[in-house]
């Protein structure tokens, strides 16, 4: 059922990649049974809304060789469906929860799928050297909204990057609220692509790095959260 519905969502997927990604979900609903990972229980739901969805990045850009960061990665969404489909990723998993990151590189050890897992809030990581401004791409599924994403993302971004941000269909309200905070952080829409899940519409925002992000950004969450740029 899982493989059957993810062959038929992303075409051209190879036997081998549907394969493993229904091995990396099996651990996953498995872990979710002692641990809250996700709502979805269903294989069938998991292929279309964690899998197929993930892979749809990979329509937007080219990730091969490239150091990608996934924000707020959670169960490993879209980081590691992305992984396992392009192998030449360089990867990091970044999640706030301590359980969530050891559950990672668990499950990711045993299917040989190699990666750098950090457990850190991203707008103390962002801060470090090697980190900050260093990433091809920076991935997000996370629920916050683009404002105050973007200023946990984009100083992630290196100039010339791209931050790719997974939001729900209908987001132009959100979209508009977020521009200040992308300017300031050195960043532009570039723009949205919408696409159809279970006649659901689903956007990716594409914010490109012009510049590096100022000094002083990201702020504390507490303040990101009380006044958004």
């Avoid at 992984?83 to 301590?98: H, R, V």
């Avoid at 260093?134 to 971004?157: G, I, K, M, Q, T």
């Avoid at 941000?165 to 532009?188: Q, R, V």
């Avoid at 919408?194 to 510049?211: D, N």
């Amino acid at each position: 059922m899982f493989i059957d519905t993810l062959t038929a969502g992303v075409p051209g997927i190879s036997p081998e990649t549907a394969a493993r990604c229904h091995e990396y979900w099996q651990l996953v609903k498995k872990k979710n049974e002692v641990m809250n990972l996700t709502a979805v229980t269903d294989d069938k739901e998991a292929a279309k809304r964690h899998f197929q969805d993930s892979l749809e990045l990979l329509k937007l850009a080219d990730f091969a060789g490239k150091r990608v960061i996934d924000v707020g990665t959670g169960a490993g969404f879209p980081g590691v469906p992305l992984k396992i489909a392009q192998p030449e990723i360089d990867i990091c998993l970044l999640d706030s929860l301590g359980k969530r990151v050891d559950f990672l590189r668990e499950a990711c050890g045993s299917l040989g799928v190699e990666g750098e897992f950090i457990h850190a809030r991203a707008e103390e990581l962002a801060m470090k050297p090697g980190y900050r401004d260093s990433f091809d791409f920076a991935v997000s599924r996370a629920v916050a909204r683009l404002n105050l994403l973007a200023e946990l993302c984009l100083p992630f971004v290196k100039e010339g990057g791209a931050f790719l941000a997974m939001k729900a269909g209908e987001s132009e309200e959100e979209i508009n609220e977020a521009k200040t905070a992308i300017k300031t952080l050195g960043g532009k829409i570039e723009k949205v692509v919408e696409y159809e899940q279970e006649g659901v519409t689903r956007c990716v925002v594409i914010i490109r790095k012009l510049t590096a992000t100022p000094k002083g950004y990201p702020r504390a969450f507490a303040k990101i959260k009380k006044n958004p740029l």
